[in-house]
């Protein structure tokens, strides 16, 4: 009654699908492939080393990256005096050196066993890997708290005991337990 008249088409399209055989067997053939170049004489490095080689290899850019993400932050800065921020990328940068180390020595040890690491993922606690990242081994020691309560005459200490993930950890790096448990080492009952 109160509408505007419109006029309404109805259109039936039907589209047929045929697949191109010799293209899709031309696209797959090229899927997954990389070229690798080396210098190295092929007595020295065979193509699996060669590709084994590549994929370990130390990419520069990831640490650039770990500089300006998370871990580190290095976003513009509002420093208005150069040597504030020549300190700050300097202070960033042994940061960077130790989680790069850190990572390292785990990884080292690691291999040496042959071992993986599992319980740094927290929805999955049995994925294990052989190459755990500074991040996620950092973030297995997030859950710890030490609460200090001062009385008169006395203080009291309690600190979280490790879990298992965190003492392998340690052991990975090859520190003792002995250092998480000197901070603490006037409670009645140490870690």
């Known amino acids: 009654r109160s509408r505007p008249a419109t006029v309404r088409q109805e259109r039936e399209v039907r589209v047929t699908v045929e697949v191109d055989e010799a293209a899709l067997q031309k ?29 370990e290899q130390y990419i520069i850019e990831r640490g650039m990256g770990r500089l300006k993400g998370r871990p580190l932050s290095l976003t513009p800065m509002y420093l208005q005096r150069d ?38 993922y927290a929805g999955n606690p049995t994925r294990a890997t052989a190459r755990p990242t500074a991040e996620r081994l950092l973030e297995a020691f997030q859950e710890i708290t030490l609460t200090v309560i001062q009385e008169p005459h006395r203080t009291h200490r309690h600190l979280t005991p490790l879990s298992e993930v965190q003492q392998r950890i340690l052991a990975l790096l090859d520190f003792s337990t002995e250092i998480y448990a000197r901070l603490c080492a006037d409670s009645a009952k140490p870690p």
């Open 27 to 55: 696209a797959l053939a090229r899927l997954g492939w990389r070229v690798y170049a080396t210098n190295a004489p092929a007595e020295l490095l065979s193509l699996q080393q060669a590709v084994l080689a590549y994929r």
């Open 83 to 120: 040597d504030r921020a020549t300190g700050l990328i300097r202070l960033l940068a042994i940061g960077l050196r130790v989680l790069t180390l850190l990572e390292f020595v785990v990884r080292r040890n690691l291999a040496a066993t042959g071992e993986k690491l599992a319980g740094l």
